[in-house]
């Protein structure tokens, strides 16, 4: 596609429910990353995947949290029995293995955990 | 490990008034350094960005050097816009390494 798409755009969950946002990168992009951002804070980075190589997960902030992402494209992060505190803006962004490129962000996907 | 420290907001100027911004990092090796900005409403986007030492990266009257000296990388502009309100980050990415964000500077420009 045109750019980095994330669905869904808005998500409101029960506390306790498993949710799962989905990213599209650019094609051909294949570094990927997941973001949180809380109202009003900076860019929590969550996981990182770079072409075959083994994910960097070391920004999950719990076992609940997991990502995928299959066939070098489509990447899913899922969270599981959703808190109150998992609700925020996840973004997605996606770049060329290439080093100093830009990394291009998707709109995000609102989580809010009622 | 990797780092950036950008100035804490928010930041309220006049329309036309001068603009810096200051960042810092910490790193190992040769970082590539980047501005993204979020405008209300809208999704992150690259601003500028510099990929080695003494580069001077620029868009949208926008400008940033890389300073290995000083560790640093502070946006500046001569002369800001109404349009300019957004929220700022600053941001290193180090070879196969994931992209480190500041925690963003809230600009407001009043008319």
């Given at each position: 596609g045109a750019g980095v798409s994330q669905s869904p755009s808005n998500k409101v969950t029960e506390k306790g429910k498993d949710v799962e946002l989905r990213c599209d990168p650019i094609s051909g992009h294949t570094a990927l990353y997941w973001y949180r951002q809380s109202l009003g804070q900076g860019l929590e980075f969550l996981i990182y995947f770079q072409g075959?190589?083994?994910?960097?997960?070391?920004?999950?902030?719990?076992?609940r949290f997991s990502a995928e992402r299959t066939g070098g494209s489509v990447s899913t992060l899922t969270i599981q029995r959703?808190?109150?505190?998992?609700?925020a803006v996840y973004l997605c962004a996606s770049s060329l293995d290439t080093w100093g490129t830009e990394a291009f962000f998707g709109q995000g996907t609102r989580l809010t955990v009622v | 490990g990797n780092s950036v420290t950008q100035m804490e907001g928010p930041v309220t100027l006049s329309e036309e008034a001068f603009l810096t911004i200051n960042c810092t990092y910490t790193a190992t090796g040769y970082p590539s350094l980047f501005w993204y900005v979020q405008y209300p409403g809208e999704g992150l986007q690259l601003l500028l960005k510099a990929t080695k030492a003494d580069d001077k990266g620029s868009n949208k009257g926008f400008e940033a050097t890389y300073r290995k000296e000083t560790t640093s990388f502070h946006l500046e502009k001569g002369s800001v816009q109404v349009s300019d309100s957004a929220v700022y980050f600053c941001a290193l990415m180090n070879r196969d390494d994931k992209i480190i964000f500041g925690k963003g500077t809230r600009l407001h420009i009043l008319p």
């Open positions: 075959n190589s083994a994910p960097d997960k070391s920004g999950l902030p719990s076992d959703t808190q109150q505190e998992d609700s | -």
